[in-house]
């Protein structure tokens, strides 16, 4: 089984706070996904990255990709109420067919 | 939103008796993958497909077995279902590498 590490597991966090979660493994990925999952619901993707160091913003959210695609970053700058929900990180390693989520970072945001 | 739905969204069953989930899609998509998500364990892969007939196990396929016959049906079977296989189920499809996984609504399946 190859590992993905996610923290942390848990974040509560006041509003206008920034906060970064991370996702970790020993193995290389050629892409890493992001999801936000609401309750009751399915993940939804957030964003890919497939080259190392890449940096992607979206709105209030910036992703990472490590130089050496072992690992990636979310950070969440000024969160808002609306951002409250759990973040899974997701790899697809070379020459597989299905992706390996993380645990999951579940964050709530107080007003 | 894609078109892929989960049936049936809730269900309670007695230990030992045989379940079968449905996932049903539309997008006409390759890959389909059936997850359970369980608290603190993310979503861990059951069983995937890669086409009509071709399956694959995942890292948590032990007590379930899955069938294809058609690009659109992807059948998830807990051949006696256990009291721990109470979870959520959720159904995924991909057209290709490096796309975007899209997830049906889930089961939440309760095993007594």
């Known amino acids: 089984t190859q590992l993905l590490e996610q923290s942390p597991q848990f974040l509560s966090i006041q509003e206008g706070e920034n906060l970064t979660v991370y996702c970790n493994s020993s193995?290389?990925?050629?892409?890493l996904q992001w999801y936000r999952q609401e309750p009751g619901e399915g993940p939804v993707l957030l964003v890919t990255?497939?080259?190392?160091?890449e940096v992607k913003k979206l709105k209030r959210l910036t992703f990472q990709f490590g130089d050496a695609r072992k690992d990636s970053s979310l950070h969440i700058t000024a969160a808002q109420p609306g951002d409250t929900g759990l973040y899974l990180c997701?790899?697809?390693?070379?020459?597989?067919?299905?992706?390996?989520f993380g645990s999951g970072t579940r964050l709530q945001v107080q007003p | 939103d894609a078109g892929i739905t989960q049936s049936p969204r809730h269900k309670v069953t007695e230990t030992g008796t045989p379940v079968t989930l449905r996932c049903h899609q539309t997008?006409?998509?390759?890959?389909m993958y059936w997850y359970r998500q369980d608290p603190g364990h993310g979503l861990r892969l059951i069983h995937y497909s890669y086409g009509v007939k071709d399956t694959d196990k995942g890292e948590v396929s032990d007590g379930y077995s899955v069938s294809r016959s058609k690009t659109e049906d992807f059948l998830l079977t807990l051949e006696s279902a256990t009291s721990s296989q109470t979870s959520v189920y959720f159904c995924?499809?991909?057209?290709?590498?490096?796309?975007?996984?899209?997830f049906g609504q889930g089961t939440r399946l309760t095993v007594v």
């Open positions: 997008e006409n998509h390759r890959y």
């Open positions: 997701a790899g697809l390693h070379t020459g597989r067919r299905a992706l390996t």
């Open positions: 193995s290389v990925f050629s892409s």
């Open positions: 990255v497939v080259t190392g160091g």
């Open positions: 995924a499809i991909r057209s290709g590498a490096n796309t975007e996984a899209f």
